[in-house]
């Protein structure tokens, strides 16, 4: 193998071993002994698990902060927006099992790097903005704008972490359901929403004052 060659293949074994067993459950003997070397090669092409495991990250926040971004850039109207999103994180869960099992795993090097955490608030961001003009148009507070764009992106990203392991029902179906929560939930905003309890204690001491 070629210097380059070597190193990919470090990559592709370590990303397995880091999709089955975590940072912490993964040692850079076993990625040795997978990949056929010896300890020494690991560490002259990565330095170390850290810096493997760095690279591994970079590549797989890269490649899903792509696809996600890219469904958004793409324009149109907010609910064909909202269902590109869906489904680019889904087909990247179906053809990235094991990088999105790693995104979501919890490593101190990966604060360092980037974090599942930390894409999705790169991502609310962008659709902070196109929220903040759909609310200015419909006459709604375009200050709320970042929490509802956090709102949107957490309920795709969790639903994602779900069909990791369930996978079904089929990611078109729940493309569909996303969209038809997200969707219909932000059609019939109001202006100034209030909990229904709140509203049953204020008009009870009303009626007793």
Same mark, same amino acid.
């Given at each position: 193998?070629?210097? &380059?060659?070597?190193?990919?293949?470090?990559?592709?074994?370590?990303?397995?071993?880091? $999709? !089955? @067993?975590?940072?912490?459950?993964?040692?850079? !003997? !076993?990625? +040795?002994?997978?990949?056929?070397?010896? @300890?020494?090669?690991?560490?002259?092409?990565?330095?170390? @698990?850290?810096?493997?495991?760095?690279?591994?990250?970079?590549?797989?926040?890269?490649?899903?902060?792509? +696809?996600?971004?890219?469904?958004?850039?793409?324009?149109?109207?907010?609910?064909?927006?909202?269902?590109?999103?869906? /489904? $680019?994180? /889904?087909?990247?869960?179906?053809?990235?099992?094991?990088?999105?099992?790693?995104?979501?795993?919890? &490593?101190?090097?990966?604060?360092?790097?980037?974090?599942?955490?930390?894409?999705?608030?790169?991502?609310? $961001?962008?659709?902070?903005?196109?929220?903040?003009?759909?609310?200015?148009?419909?006459?709604?507070?375009?200050?709320?704008?970042?929490?509802?764009?956090?709102?949107?992106?957490?309920?795709?990203?969790?639903?994602?972490?779900?069909?990791?392991?369930?996978?079904?029902?089929? @990611?078109?179906?729940?493309?569909?359901?996303?969209?038809?929560?997200?969707?219909?939930?932000? &059609?019939?905003?109001?202006?100034?929403?209030?909990?229904?309890?709140? +509203?049953?204690?204020?008009?009870?001491? !009303?009626?007793? +004052?």
């Amino acid at each position: 193998m070629t210097g &380059s060659q070597r190193r990919e293949q470090l990559l592709d074994v370590s990303r397995t071993l880091f $999709a !089955e @067993k975590g940072f912490e459950g993964t040692s850079v !003997e !076993e990625i +040795a002994s997978r990949a056929q070397v010896s @300890k020494p090669v690991v560490y002259e092409h990565f330095g170390g @698990k850290e810096g493997v495991y760095a690279v591994v990250v970079d590549r797989e926040i890269r490649a899903l902060t792509g +696809a996600l971004i890219g469904a958004l850039e793409q324009g149109g109207h907010p609910q064909v927006l909202v269902e590109r999103t869906a /489904l $680019a994180l /889904l087909t990247y869960i179906e053809t990235s099992t094991d990088g999105f099992r790693i995104l979501v795993r919890d &490593s101190p090097v990966a604060q360092a790097t980037g974090t599942f955490s930390s894409l999705i608030g790169d991502v609310a $961001a962008q659709v902070e903005h196109l929220l903040g003009a759909q609310f200015t148009k419909r006459g709604l507070d375009p200050r709320t704008a970042p929490i509802y764009a956090q709102m949107l992106v957490g309920m795709v990203a969790l639903t994602g972490q779900h069909w990791l392991d369930t996978r079904s029902p089929k @990611k078109e179906e729940v493309a569909a359901h996303l969209v038809n929560l997200a969707w219909y939930g932000l &059609s019939g905003l109001q202006r100034r929403p209030a909990l229904r309890g709140e +509203a049953r204690d204020e008009a009870r001491d !009303e009626e007793t +004052a």
